[in-house]
Structures are given as structure tokens and as C-alpha cells.
């Protein structure tokens, strides 16, 4: 061999194709679904500047197992300019980062979101800049696919804006709660928001329509909460002396013949925490299946009631990049609006 030919460097190629295994002589590999991604060469962005090294391969190779991501650092086929790595290595802007071949799972073809609710999704956007977006999220809807659903708020924004290099999720609400969610259009936001969401310096206001009189008495609930499954696999909650701290303040906004319209406001982010802190307070919220007992439940349908009476209905943050001072609020849907209506033609108690 010369020494021409010896020096020779590879040429630098782009992030090459995914070919099913078939093409490369992996039948087997083909009949379980794997597709062969080349290797690939990726410039770091500013959006990730001082992003370790494993939580960047993690989005760039969504649903290969950590496992694997772990194992191609420690073998040093991860290379930082030409460099080996260890997973808590920070990337800076310009970096270029080799990827190695990965086989993964081919995705199952997806049931794409149509144009109706698409339409609905955007219409439901109520603030939106370079950085964020808030959606005011419909009752029935859950915040992202899964559990045999096959599409979410976050796929439906991911499907009406193709062009997005950046969408995720800040923070969850329930399926059938309705009202503010927060989405980060550039991972510098998305920490930005998850670390003032952590600090306790985003405020989130939530109206309930609960069961009975709410007591002036009761302004704060602060007892633990534990998750648990049922024997179904359902997710539930429980007051209980080994679960986590939780706070909940609480005031009433307008009363009615057997319910009340009160604001709850979450300290603390637990699953449920509204939900649970309400019912252990006497009052569960009018339409919660999983909180509320047969009876109240049954009542509440009478009335024409067919949703959860929940809705997140302000938020106040700070922008990223700006430092504003933001505060949103989301209007009520018809379903929330029609039981209100019902109940103010009744007669009202007094304010304790």
C-alpha cells in the first residue's frame, strides 16, 4: 500500500439515511422491525450549549434505550471533535459530535392528526413568541400520545408545524383538565421554565366546581400524597403518611345550591394533587370519576354535568430571554360555561 493511499482520511459525510435492515443483509433483523441509522456527524447548536453529552444523545436518538446510549460512550464510538467522551461531558456551540451506526425499532406508521383538530389546537394557542407557546388545552384531550392513544396536544403541534425543529412539552395537565399549558419552542426555554417551575416562581391558578359548601375555614390543604396503581393498572392517589409533601391553597369564588366555584392553587406538582386534596377536604370536584363517590357522581350527571370541573385557568411566569412579567388567563369551554349557567338559577348560599 503507498503512503498516499494510507494517509488517506475518510470523507466527511452527512447524517446518512436509515435503511431497513434487509438492505444490509439483516433479514431477521428486518422481520423485527429494526431499521440501521449510519453513522452521523452533528454540529451543536447554541440551543445546546453546555447540554451533557448523554441527555444530547437522548434527543437526537429518541427511542434507542439508555442503555445503548451509555454503552456506545463508554466504547468511545461517541467522539466530541475527534475526541472520547464520558456521559457528563458539556458540548458547546460549534462542537461537532460523531454518532456511531445505531439499530432501533422502525415506529409503527402513525394515525396523523387531521385537519379539524389541528384547526382546533391553534385556535387554542393564546400567547406565542420566538421562545414559548400557551395552549388553552380542551377537556378530553391528553397532553401527548400513549396508552393507546394515538396523538396528543404535542403531537397535534408537532403535526400542524412541520417546519419546528423544537417542540416540547413544560408541564403536564390531566386529560380531562382543561386550560394553560406551557410549550418551549427552544430547549434553552424548556429549561429555563422547568427550573423556574422547580423555584416555585411560576404561579398556576386553577378554578374547580366542587361538591357542597367549601368552608371559609380552609384555606390550605397540606397533606402528603402517594401514588399507587389499582389491580387494573389504573394510576390513583392517595392521602398518605408516606407520600410526598403537598400544598394546596384554596378560596372560594361564588357558591351555589350544592356546589361551589372555588381557585385552587398548586404549590407543589404532584399527580392529582388538586383532585385528591379536594376530596379529602370533603368536597371532591363535580364530574371526577376517579375522586368523587357514585352517588355525588350520579348527581352531578342529573344536571347535565359530562366533564371533569376542572380547568387551569391563569398562569404568571417570566419570559425567557425578556425577563417580562407574563400573566394568562383562558376562558372557560361551553361544556364548564353550560353547567355554571345551570347552577346560577339557583339560589346561592351566603359567603361564610
Not at 407520600?243 to 366555584?261: D, I, M, P, V
Request: with cysteine; hydrophobic share 35%.
Amino acid at each position: 500500500m503507498s503512503r498516499k493511499s494510507a494517509s488517506k482520511k475518510p470523507p466527511r459525510t452527512r447524517p446518512d439515511k436509515p435503511v431497513r435492515t434487509s438492505e444490509v443483509g439483516g433479514g431477521n433483523a428486518a422481520a423485527r422491525g429494526e431499521v440501521r441509522q449510519g453513522v452521523q456527524w452533528v454540529n451543536v447548536d447554541e440551543d445546546n450549549d453546555g447540554q451533557r453529552v448523554d441527555n444530547f444523545l437522548l434527543a437526537q436518538l429518541r427511542g434507542v434505550p439508555k442503555s445503548i446510549i451509555y454503552r456506545i460512550i463508554r466504547k468511545g464510538e461517541v467522539r466530541v471533535n475527534k475526541g472520547r467522551v464520558k456521559p457528563d461531558t458539556r458540548v458547546n456551540t460549534g462542537d461537532q459530535v460523531r454518532i456511531p451506526p445505531i439499530t432501533r425499532k422502525e415506529k409503527p406508521e402513525q394515525v396523523a392528526p387531521g385537519s379539524r383538530v389541528q384547526g382546533v389546537m391553534e385556535a387554542a394557542v393564546v400567547f406565542e413568541n420566538d421562545q414559548m407557546l400557551v395552549v388553552n388545552k380542551p377537556s378530553g384531550i391528553a397532553v401527548h400520545g400513549g396508552s393507546g392513544l394515538s396523538f396528543g396536544l404535542i403531537e397535534v403541534l408537532r403535526s400542524g408545524r412541520p417546519s419546528a425543529k423544537f417542540l416540547e412539552l413544560v408541564h403536564r395537565l390531566d386529560r380531562d383538565t382543561s386550560g394553560l399549558v406551557m410549550v418551549a419552542k427552544k430547549r434553552s426555554a424548556l429549561r429555563f421554565l422547568q427550573d423556574e417551575l422547580r423555584q416555585k416562581r411560576i404561579r398556576k391558578h386553577y378554578h374547580a366546581l366542587v361538591a357542597g359548601d367549601w368552608p371559609a375555614s380552609i384555606d390550605r390543604v397540606d397533606v402528603p400524597l402517594l401514588r399507587y396503581e389499582m389491580p387494573n393498572g389504573e394510576r390513583r392517589v392517595r392521602v398518605d403518611d408516606s407520600g410526598k409533601a403537598s400544598l394546596t391553597t384554596f378560596r372560594c369564588l361564588e357558591r351555589f345550591a350544592g356546589y361551589n366555584l372555588v381557585e385552587a392553587s398548586p404549590i407543589t406538582g404532584r399527580t392529582h394533587q388538586i383532585r385528591v386534596h379536594s376530596a379529602w377536604a370533603g368536597h371532591p370536584i363535580a364530574g371526577d370519576d376517579k375522586y368523587m363517590d357514585d352517588v355525588s357522581l350520579k348527581a352531578f350527571r342529573s344536571i347535565g354535568g359530562q366533564r371533569l370541573m376542572l380547568h387551569a385557568r391563569a398562569l404568571e411566569f417570566t419570559l425567557p430571554v425578556t425577563g417580562e412579567s407574563m400573566r394568562l388567563e383562558a376562558p372557560y369551554d361551553d361544556a364548564f360555561n353550560d353547567v355554571l349557567r345551570k347552577l346560577s338559577g339557583r339560589l346561592k348560599g351566603s359567603d361564610q
